[in-house]
């Protein structure tokens, strides 16, 4: 089948302006971390949702408050904590008097889930139900209290936050819920030169003034932008070989997989996978995606969606080495 040309092209030339200009903003404040900003915004033009892991003092919350001022987006920074409630998250009805009248009547009070950014800080630090308080307005994009139910503001974009070091205590997601957050995202270290620009400029006067670049109305907008990049049925094809190879139980996948992972990717990934490859390309000024982007993709789509198995643990075997080696193992071209 032909491929179709994307031929918007003073769309396509506005986004580019937009997300250079975004970039340079972030980067008044924020240091380095140039992957983590890319992949950030490339799941909020695909409407996905990201889990940020990392130890702290990285600046994972600076990054995420700073990107919501830069977008002119109203940001709600929830703390988990074991004694954290539901209702803490979505809202509570409390009994209203009617001053004129006397009566009584109920009237929610909307919860911190109803902004357009929200930090979810260690959100494996609270148990299942408030974490599934949080997943399904994240899925649904509405929440419910007392049988209403009230939609969220849009864009909607959850980030959450978790410790890798420290697990005394915690909750950790099920894999159906991780199978929510578009990406995985790993904030490292920053190197040598950034970690001494990082404490030159934080321990100096501050100075930075963020100007204000994007509002709601045209974030939506370049969200539908992305949905209408074309896209070939060989890309399609090539991200659901490389979701399906992922599981142990496909026929014909590679003995490395049947060995090492005891539960595989889902449908989400592939779709992730095309929808990050489209807004990658259209960020970049190419009218359609190519293998190079579904591959960049790859690894913070898929490496929160393989279980390993304890034949992986014991051979010191992780998620990333097993999405390197199957990149390797599937081909473009059946």
């Known amino acids: 089948m032909a491929e179709n040309k994307f031929d918007d092209a003073t769309a396509l030339e506005n986004l580019q302006k937009s997300y250079a200009k975004i970039k340079s903003e972030i980067a ?5 971390q140039d ?34 001022k830069i977008l002119d987006l109203k940001f709600s920074r929830i703390q988990f904590t074991p004694d954290l409630m539901p209702s803490d998250i979505t809202g509570t009805e409390i009994i209203e008097e009617d001053r004129a009248s006397g009566k009584r009547s109920f009237k929610f009070v909307r ?7 929200i930090l979810a800080d260690e959100i494996n630090r609270t148990p299942p139900k408030t974490q599934a308080a949080l997943l399904q307005a994240m899925q649904e994009n509405e929440v419910t209290a007392a049988g209403e139910t009230y939609k969220l503001d849009q864009p909607f974009f959850v980030l959450a936050t ?21 990406f995985n995202i790993y904030v490292d270290y920053p190197n040598v030169d950034e970690e001494e620009e990082i404490v030159m400029t934080t321990t100096a ?4 003034e963020l100007d204000k670049m994007l509002t709601a109305e045209q974030i939506i907008g370049m969200q539908q932008l992305v949905r209408t990049v074309p896209v070939s049925e060989h890309l399609v094809s090539y991200a659901v ?26 449908p989400r990934a592939g779709q992730y996978l095309i929808l990050a490859a489209k807004t990658r390309a259209i960020l970049e000024g190419r009218p359609t995606p190519s293998v190079e982007d579904v591959k960049f993709a790859a690894i ?11 034949n992986a ?10 999405i390197n080696k199957l990149l390797d193992e599937v081909k473009e071209k059946e």
């Open 162 to 182: 978790q410790n890798p070091i420290e697990q005394e205590g915690t909750y950790p997601l099920p894999e159906a819920q991780l199978d929510r957050f578009m």
């Open 111 to 117: 919860g911190p889930v109803f902004a357009n950014i």
């Open 205 to 208: 006067a501050p100075t930075a």
């Open 313 to 322: 643990e014991a051979e010191g075997v992780d998620t990333i080495a097993i």
């Open 28 to 32: 008044k404040v924020i240091i380095g």
């Open 241 to 266: 070989r490389l979701a399906r190879a992922t599981r142990p139980g496909e026929p014909g996948n590679p003995e490395f997989i049947k060995s090492w992972v005891s539960w595989g990717a889902g």
């Open 35 to 68: 992957a983590v900003i890319e992949q950030l915004l490339i799941a909020l033009l695909s409407r996905g949702h990201c889990l940020l892991v990392g130890v702290p003092g990285l600046a994972k919350t600076l990054l995420i408050s700073t990107l919501a």
């Open 300 to 310: 913070p789509v898929l490496r929160h969606r393989i279980v390993t198995s304890f």
